[in-house]
């Protein structure tokens, strides 16, 4: 992997970055505009420990702007780490860090902000009351350096720090190795981990077929099972790992009004086969519904989605990493070590999996053999996907994705993080021009079926050719979830930037699915963005796609300020789409966020037609 040598030309500093020794040091640190350590510390910046929390909400101060009178009254959720280094010499990476919850609630023209810790089993023991943190779990991304290495089980660091819902009136905080905790809507108080694994549900569908699918690849059924009973032991009881961990990603499917989830097995990350488990919920929280599919490879999914008759996987191929494993569990490496991506394969696998047993939603004859996109690229977010049917039964399924090459995804730098140093180099996330294919984009991937449910064709391109930058954190109008849409709305990167040119991402762009036609917006240099987020005024009466606003936290790391902005999403590739500007006071301000949700309190007042339309 080639990438910018950070480190030529100046001294790196430990991440978190040290206090300037006075104001005018700082602004020397950040004067010039384009050099190797500003760029250091303007991607530090957004990984920098903040310790304050609100216990009760302040009023922001708008800079530009205000609110206006059609945006519909809700709060702005948004979960990311928020503490990365501990007082006693430990530096962790940013997927280990301690989830902090930040809310921005819309009411009478008012911004109101509050932020506090997810109060997980893992903070409650590392925090040590408010006296001092002291990290005793290293985290399946990080190794300690000033607490116990060798030896140390305590992996599974449920930090709740990935993503945030609110469903049925109930507010999750999740993450990708266990179960979420549940957190008050209005206090953000930390109210306990939720149980959603192990609940029955109306209908629970197993598939045992999956046993001849491994007899057909040549894979011993009984090693496996051999493997399986072996590791459950330990990964249960030493490293205390859950038997089904939840995945963070979770999908809102708004036909039908119900909460998608996916959770796999503890096992599955060091075994060729992966047990999937679906769970539909109903506002009131009802499992309705629990299927569950075991298919014969070794998988990671982070994201995936859904349409009205199927679950959508796309398979990112790992494979065990045996060496790395004896280090792994012994406590000398990261436990992800363990695990390293499989790029022998030139296509990606695409599993068609039948959401309901009705044999009129056209399920495919064997799911259990993928559909294989005629490209190799690691899926990393999904923004949507929905199926066309004809009279004659024939269905054509379209994803649209960002993903990356093989070549760039890697489990021990993702963020630029170095467990060996416990430092942030920008150069992994910043590869050389030649190489900008590689990093995360914009994908779409056709497929069409026969009534059969027999693949017939399947295609794999770039969204659009006339956007040819990174872009990831892709969102829809929440509305269109699940059927055709034209809108697609990502952080990207501009490019501008010399030394960072690739991330973190400066721009907020707007990608038309029909023509490729993308609109780009940015508020100035040195200046970056977190994930976008769709406000829909759908239930005033409008019907338009993209007739609602996009929130978006801009992260001014000249300011050392994070801010506020509501976009008018018509408007996005335009001077004038900034409508709103929020400042969080300075002493306040926190690290770069993962993913956030819009939780509309108008939505409760109405009953919402087929075009979103309150009714």
């Not at 109930?170 to 149980?195: H, K, M």
């Not at 309901?356 to 996109?373: L, S, V």
Request: with cysteine; net charge neutral.
């Amino acid at each position: 992997m080639h990438g910018i040598n950070y480190h030529l030309g100046f001294k790196s500093s430990a991440f978190p970055l040290p206090r300037p020794k006075s104001k005018s040091s700082s602004v020397a640190a950040l004067s010039t505009a384009d050099s190797p350590s500003n760029a250091f510390w303007d991607y530090n910046l957004l990984f920098f420990s903040q310790r304050s929390e609100l216990h009760r909400p302040i009023h922001l101060k708008p800079i530009f702007g205000k609110i206006p009178q059609d945006f519909p009254s809700g709060t702005y959720y948004l979960v990311g780490p928020g503490l990365f280094s501990d007082d006693h010499g430990s530096t962790v990476h940013p997927l280990d860090g301690h989830g902090y919850l930040r809310s921005f609630d819309f009411s009478n023209d008012r911004v109101e902000y509050s932020a506090r810790y997810v109060s997980t089993d893992a903070e409650k023991e590392e925090r040590n009351g408010n006296k001092e943190w002291r990290f005793t779990h290293r985290g399946p991304f990080s190794v300690l350096r000033g607490g116990r290495r060798i030896g140390n089980v305590k992996v599974m660091k449920n930090v709740a720090n990935t993503s945030v819902v609110c469903w049925g009136g109930r507010l999750l905080c999740l993450w990708e190795g266990g179960a979420p905790y549940e957190i008050d809507p209005q206090s953000l108080d930390t109210l306990g981990l939720v149980d959603l694994t192990g609940v029955d549900a109306d209908q629970i569908v197993k598939d045992e077929d999956w046993r001849k699918e491994l007899f057909r690849r040549g894979i011993s059924e009984l090693g496996v099972d051999i493997a399986s009973c072996l590791l459950k032991p330990i990964l249960y009881g030493v490293f205390n790992m859950p038997p089904k961990r939840l995945l963070a990603h979770y999908k809102i499917d708004p036909g039908r009004n119900r909460l998608l989830m996916l959770s796999c097995n503890a096992e599955d990350m060091l075994l060729p086969r992966s047990n999937f488990t679906f769970y539909e919920f109903d506002p009131d929280f009802k499992l309705k519904q629990k299927k569950e599919f075991i298919i014969p490879e070794h998988l990671m999914i982070h994201d995936w989605t859904f349409t009205d008759s199927y679950y959508i996987l796309v398979g990112n191929c790992v494979r065990l990493d045996i060496p790395a494993s004896v280090l792994a569990l012994s406590g000398t490496q990261p436990m992800i070590s363990a695990l390293a991506v499989n790029p022998t394969r030139p296509t990606t696998p695409v599993y068609i999996l039948p959401r309901f047993k009705d044999e009129r939603y056209g399920n495919t004859t064997n799911w259990r053999k993928p559909i294989e996109a005629p490209q190799q690229f690691w899926a990393m977010h999904a923004a949507n996907a929905f199926e066309e049917r004809d009279g004659l039964g024939n269905v054509e399924i379209q994803l649209q994705l960002s993903a990356c090459s093989y070549q760039w995804f890697d489990f021990h730098r993702m963020f630029g993080y170095n467990w060996r140093n416990a430092k942030l180099d920008p150069s992994f996330m910043n590869t050389v021009a030649r190489d900008e294919d590689l990093l995360p984009h914009l994908v779409k991937v056709s497929i069409n079926l026969d009534s059969r449910g027999k693949c017939v064709s399947c295609s794999a391109e770039n969204l659009s050719n006339k956007w040819n930058r990174p872009a990831d954190f892709t969102i829809i109008n929440p509305t269109f979830v699940g059927r055709k849409n034209t809108y697609i709305y990502s952080s990207a990167a501009s490019g501008k930037r010399r030394l960072l040119p690739h991330f973190p991402f400066d721009s907020v762009i707007k990608l038309n699915v029909s023509n490729g036609k993308v609109g780009s917006w940015s508020s100035g240099s040195r200046i970056f963005f977190g994930e976008p987020i769709f406000v829909p005024k759908s239930i005033y009466g409008g019907d338009a796609e993209d007739d609602g606003y996009i929130i978006v936290v801009e992260y001014a790391v000249s300011k050392q300020t994070c801010y506020l902005l509501v976009l008018d999403a018509r408007k996005i590739g335009e001077k004038d789409a900034l409508v709103a500007k929020y400042e969080v006071p300075k002493e306040l301000r926190f690290p770069f966020g993962f993913h956030g949700f819009w939780e509309n309190r108008d939505l409760h007042k109405c009953t919402l037609n087929t075009n979103g339309s309150c009714v």
